[in-house]
């Protein structure tokens, strides 16, 4: 069935990297735009940017730029999250969630990904 | 800095009607805004209901009707079931450097 897999809990320390995974399967990898999507404890959804696994580029939310970075790698259908520089704010839960390219911004956000919980602790 | 604020908490009876709305600082909500609105349970990931305005997904329960009310987006419940009690997100489309905001969620108690 149609499902987005993300990669298991991290922790981290302040300063340092951290790159979540999206595994697509189900559908047509690069008829779909993957937005990321993240939520700290207890707070709402915070949109972070959105890549064309085809290649075709990126948009990150102005908040991010500078220290995220999205990839796509077409031969394994996996959507890759990189946040450097992390901060003890950059605890939450992290979530992929994909859109139609064909459809612009018409397009829904219809099926997520499970999340990946980040811990950015000393 | 764009927002879009939703009402911070709603509280329905089981069986009743309730809307909940989308507003942006920028002025009105349009169609042109692509309103979406996703279902959250505690500890689950979001869930789709609606987007661009009114549409629904093949899951989205029909007690559930997205549409514009006056200058903000609308999520109405009809018939509400205490398992609809969760948190109601919007997400609006703006273009540009920063393409989509979420709102700040309701959270809806069914008692």
């Known amino acids: 069935q149609v499902q987005l897999v993300q990669s298991g809990a991290e922790v981290k320390k302040p300063g340092a990297s951290v790159k979540v995974s999206c595994k697509a399967s189900g559908y047509t990898f690069t008829a779909y735009y993957v937005h990321w999507v993240r939520q700290a404890p207890g707070q709402g959804l915070e949109w972070m940017g959105i890549?064309?696994?085809?290649?075709?580029?990126?948009t990150y939310a102005q908040k991010f730029q500078g220290r995220v970075t999205m990839t796509g790698d077409t031969s394994t259908s996996t959507v890759y999250m990189e946040l450097s520089s992390l901060k003890s704010e950059d605890t939450a839960v992290y979530y992929c969630?994909?859109?139609?390219?064909?459809?612009?911004?018409?397009?829904?956000?219809?099926?997520w990904g499970q999340g990946t919980m980040v811990t950015v602790s000393s | 800095q764009t927002v879009v604020t939703q009402e911070p908490s709603l509280t329905v009876s089981p069986g009743g009607t309730v809307t909940l709305t989308c507003a942006s600082s920028?002025?009105?909500?349009?169609?042109?805004?692509?309103p979406n609105w996703f279902r959250q349970k505690p500890g689950q990931a979001p869930r789709a209901l609606i987007y661009s305005t009114s549409n629904k997904y093949s899951w989205t329960p029909a007690r559930f009707s997205g549409s514009l009310l006056g200058d903000k987006a609308a999520l109405t419940l009809s018939g509400v079931q205490p398992e609809d009690e969760a948190e109601y997100y919007c997400l609006l489309y703006y273009g540009g450097a920063q393409p989509w905001v979420f709102g700040g969620g309701t959270k809806l108690t069914v008692l």
């Open positions: 969630a994909r859109s139609r390219t064909n459809l612009g911004a018409a397009g829904g956000f219809d099926i």
């Open positions: 890549i064309n696994p085809s290649g075709d580029g990126t």
């Open positions: 920028t002025g009105a909500v349009t169609s042109g805004y692509y």
